[in-house]
């Protein structure tokens, strides 16, 4: 059968899109609004609550590792409840914080439960299911991300404005689970063979079967260049976005309204919505590596015009165009290892990778965090966060010469 529309497989990519929705909403958009919310007790700076968000994605760092490999054997229903419930209990407890020194616990904990949805868990529950299809199947996945982005933030700013911080943080919690849960349990499975499937809906008849990629041991994958390459250009990207992101609204609030801050958030979640949705019709016809070096190009030249901004429309505008590519900053590292190193060792392998890019990108909260306080600007942090992008693309460039080969 060619790959029909009813392919369970799909109805997997469609879950994780879900969660990926919820998720990236409260797990990687929210902190900016919750680092907004605590930094406005007297006392509180914004470095002091951006250190407890680092903590969180260090947490998360070394937790993710071991997510893929946990998928790939077992599946994601357990993990992804656990992941929800940890997730939520977080949320709960940072609403709660009356003291500085409790939101190394609140945070910590929401970010342990992430580990557990974020890319990594959903490019895990996807590939087993898609060989032909595998870019376009995770790309549309993690359209839910770039929907979070969009929504998360006006969301959590409206549930604030409504219910007081406290209680929208409950509320969110709830949302977490009740959003999750339900589709972890009922509707995600390992793999496409515990149901009689076979990858992208295609049966198996001997001449058409998808072929078996190589299998491949942590170590071994480290030792490649290609591998490498990508730890080190996208941990350092994602260092630049999850610190962006985490301080956009306070950068934004030093020009604009609560409300414009909102709207602009929303508009450059359209764009990384836009931006995945190219991504998906593109992933499986051209070169993966000079797809991530123009994204990279690209998010350094929004970086640049935000940080030159002296007006709100300059501000906007560079903060529009870094937007448009925010979502596949988190793709395609998954699209690189999935297309390099193949199903079999997709979990085990993207994990350690995982690791690795979060151990990096735990840093850009603080980062810029701290630069804001001893500058008074993020003008500096911004700055040379682009230079580090075009560092990037110039790395995941060199390494199409360096294919991944047993060592």
Request: aromatic share 10%; glycine share 10%; with cysteine.
């Amino acid at each position: 059968m060619n790959n029909a529309p009813t392919f369970y497989g799909w109805r997997i990519v469609w879950a994780c899109l879900f969660i990926a929705f919820i998720a990236w909403s409260f797990a990687l958009y929210g902190p900016s609004v919750y680092i907004y919310s605590l930094s406005e007790k007297p006392g509180w700076s914004v470095g002091q609550i951006s250190l407890a968000l680092t903590f969180s994605f260090l947490i998360n760092a070394f937790s993710i590792g071991f997510v893929g490999s946990i998928i790939g054997r077992h599946g994601p229903q357990l993990i992804m409840t656990v992941g929800a419930v940890l997730m939520a209990l977080g949320l709960a407890a940072i609403g709660q914080i009356t003291e500085p020194w409790q939101a190394f616990i609140a945070f910590p904990l929401m970010g342990l439960g992430w580990s557990c949805l974020s890319t990594i868990a959903i490019s895990a529950t996807i590939a087993p299911w898609f060989e032909r299809f595998q870019g376009k199947a995770i790309s549309i996945a993690l359209l839910g991300a770039s929907l979070g982005g969009m929504l998360g933030i006006p969301i959590t700013l409206a549930l604030v404005s409504w219910l007081g911080f406290p209680m929208a943080m409950a509320t969110i919690a709830a949302m977490v689970v009740l959003g999750v849960v339900p589709i972890a349990l009922f509707v995600l499975r390992r793999r496409p063979q515990d149901i009689g499937l076979e990858p992208d809906g295609i049966s198996t008849d001997g001449v058409n079967a998808p072929s078996v990629s190589r299998s491949w041991t942590r170590a071994q994958a480290l030792q490649t260049f290609a591998l490498q390459s990508v730890i080190l250009t996208f941990g350092v990207a994602l260092m630049v976005q999850i610190g962006f992101l985490s301080h956009q609204v306070n950068l934004l609030q030093t020009f604009v309204t609560p409300a414009m801050t909102a709207l602009i958030v929303l508009a450059s979640g359209a764009l990384a919505f836009l931006g995945r949705i190219w991504l998906a019709r593109v992933a499986d016809r051209l070169n993966i590596r000079l797809i991530a070096s123009a994204v990279l190009i690209l998010s350094a030249i929004g970086l640049i015009v935000t940080a030159m901004a002296n007006t709100a429309l300059v501000l906007i505008v560079g903060i529009l165009l870094f937007g448009f590519n925010v979502g596949n900053l988190t793709t395609l590292p998954a699209l690189i290892v999935r297309r390099e190193f193949g199903a079999t060792s997709f979990g085990k392998v993207f994990g350690i990778t995982g690791t690795f890019m979060q151990l990096l990108s735990a840093l850009g909260p603080a980062i810029f965090g701290l630069m804001h306080d001893r500058t008074g600007s993020y003008s500096l942090a911004i700055s040379l966060a682009a230079v580090l992008m075009l560092m990037g693309a110039i790395l995941i460039v060199a390494a199409r010469k360096h294919p991944p080969t047993p060592v």
